[in-house]
């Protein structure tokens, strides 16, 4: 009787069977059924453990990162820009260093025919540079002042001493300032630079002699032994 009875309750222990149909097809209507997303089980976490905070991971997972990158990226512009404007110095000063040089080499190169002009000068004041010997000399100096020479002290400029050497001087009233008034040598300079200053004579300016007034009119000396009738006198 007892054993009946312990039967009978474990029988009504078990559990009931449960069957899951998995069937992707409907039987009934005979349409795909949409599959059943099993909801994931929460996993508690260890007693004791202190979980992420939300402030916490968003840092971890995406703030810190995009700092980090946002710096190295910023360090990496400067850079950039730092070497991209030493290399524009650079190209300016190596332009500015080859300008100076090639103009340099130019302003030798014509400084060293500065007696040849000369030599021609003086042979057109003399009546001596004519036919072809002419025509040679017209071209040279055509090419030289192309190439940016160019003479400079002529009569009736007035007077610098930056350009001009003084090797003469006298005064005249006929002029307001110093004023060259003879060149004996023509100076010469390419661009911006004097390569020869002019020998000139400089003339500078003197006030004309007072004329005398009325009252310091001369006596007029004495004629026959008698002395000179005053005017006031001959008015009387």
Known sequence: MTERNEDTERADIQEPVVVRDRRKIDPETGELRQPVQEEAQEVPAAAGAPGPSAGQATTDSAVAPASELEKQLE???TDLQRVQAEYANYRRRVERDRELATSAGKAAVVGDLLPLLDDLERAEAHGDLTGAFKAVADKLVGVLERAGLESFG?????F???VHE???H???PEVSEPTVTAVLRRGYRFGDRVLRAALVGVTDH???PA???QDEQPIDPPVGGELPVDADENAR
């Open 75 to 77: 360090e990496r512009t």
């Open 206 to 208: 003197e006030p004309a």
């Open 154 to 158: 002529n009569e009736g400029d007035a």
């Open 166 to 168: 003084a090797v003469q």
């Open 160 to 162: 610098d001493p930056s």
């Open 211 to 213: 004329q005398p007034t």
């Open 170 to 172: 006298s005064t005249s």
